[in-house]
């Protein structure tokens, strides 16, 4: 049974950093691509970073040039380097990862809804950035 765990959450004040982690386990595949999402100020889920397990990445434009995400493979953890976080930032951010097969690859799901159905998601750690 796959887990993920987050963790790194918490309280900066505007400006700060904060790196989020996200620890898998049960995880049987050696493809995958995995993801942080938050909330997002409508509350409708949304998708920050994906990294795939070939080293793409792809990023929201809302946090490009200030998060890096990057994975340990012997750790098998994910991580989500957040610097210059802005109050805009605060909101629960969660974790997920998938084996999605498409054209016989594994490719990262632009659907969220797809994600959501066939992911595997943690808790989730909170964020809040004050001004």
């Known amino acids: 049974q796959v887990h993920l765990v987050e963790s790194g959450g918490g309280s900066v004040t505007a400006g700060g950093s904060l790196r989020l982690a996200c620890a898998m386990s049960g995880w049987s595949h050696n493809e995958f691509c995995m993801g942080w999402f938050r909330q997002g100020p409508g509350g409708e889920r949304e998708g920050v970073a994906h990294?795939?397990?070939?080293?793409?990445?792809a990023y929201a434009d809302s946090v490009k040039g200030r998060f890096t995400i990057s994975k340990d493979n012997p750790a098998n953890t994910l991580y989500l380097q957040m610097n210059d976080l802005k109050p805009e930032d605060s909101d629960m951010y969660r974790c997920a990862a998938i084996y999605k097969v498409e054209g016989g690859k594994v490719k990262c799901p632009g659907s969220l809804s797809t994600w959501i159905a066939l992911g595997h998601w943690g808790q989730g750690t909170q964020v809040t950035v004050s001004s």
């Open positions: 990294f795939h397990s070939d080293g793409t990445t």
